[in-house]
């Protein structure tokens, strides 16, 4: 259920976990989480080894990830992603479009979290998915349009989330990234908000510091102002 936040002032959680064998984008190396080490075996410690694309789960893209010559992870402004931010509700079909965001986006602005039909279908997914294998990867997702992305730029926006796997359409991924990441707008991907009320708050948003890489896994936490 959502969290009433308007009664607390406790940290949100709003990260996807990462999970061996998770859904990943199609085409993408699977997740493969293994113990390398273990204590009954004698060695005294425990050690895990990861191995998956920087694009799963919660993440940042950075500029790299589509512009030649573009920053890595390392270059990204911490002081866009932490700060205040706005959860907002756009539950536009099948895309988010400029209208969308005009009428649901408060001016000011600079960290924009958009909680859209995909928290809908994340929270029957991880319902349906209690007893049952891991989901498959879904094409169907909610994501913005070119138009809306350049009217986030336009607002002054420096970061922009979305619940859902891409911030670009399944079928036209690259013009969204391109009008966002070359304005400076740091992407954050896969973000679970099924259970956060539309509203105001603080957000931390740490992503591995990948240097020279063009996206990172990252922990984002939120808490209501």
């Known amino acids: 259920m959502p969290l009433d936040s308007s009664t607390t002032g406790a940290w949100i959680d709003i990260t996807r976990p990462i999970v061996d064998g998770m859904a990943t984008w199609p085409g993408d190396p699977p997740v ?19 191995a998956t694309s920087v694009h799963l789960g919660t993440h940042v893209d950075a500029p790299a990830h589509v512009l ?14 932490i700060g205040p931010s706005v959860v907002t509700d756009v539950f536009a079909d099948p895309h988010v479009d ?6 649901t ?17 994340h929270a029957g997914e991880e319902a349906a ?9 879904r094409t169907d ?10 009217h986030l730029v336009e607002r002054g926006v420096r970061l922009v989330g979305i619940d859902g796997p891409s911030i ?10 391109r009008i966002l990441l070359s304005a400076g707008v740091i992407v954050l991907e896969g973000i679970l908000l099924s259970h956060v009320l539309a509203g ?5 948003c740490l992503p591995l510091q990948l240097n020279g890489c063009d996206g990172a896994p990252a922990r984002a936490l939120l808490r209501p102002r």
């Open 98 to 103: 400029a209208p969308a965001l005009r009428s």
């Open 168 to 177: 670009a359409p399944w079928d036209d991924l690259e013009p969204v990234h």
């Open 141 to 150: 997702f909610a994501a913005l349009t070119p138009q809306a992305a350049r």
């Open 129 to 137: 998915s209690m007893d049952a294998d891991p989901q498959p990867f």
């Open 105 to 121: 986006v408060e001016f000011g602005a600079q960290r924009v979290l958009l909680r859209t039909r995909n928290s809908a279908i």
């Open 200 to 204: 105001r708050y603080d957000l931390v």
């Open 32 to 50: 493969r989480i293994r113990r390398a080490a273990r204590i009954e075996d004698g060695g005294g410690f425990q050690v895990s080894t990861l």
């Open 68 to 81: 030649p010559g573009g920053a890595g992870v390392e270059h990204l402004s911490l002081d866009a992603l």
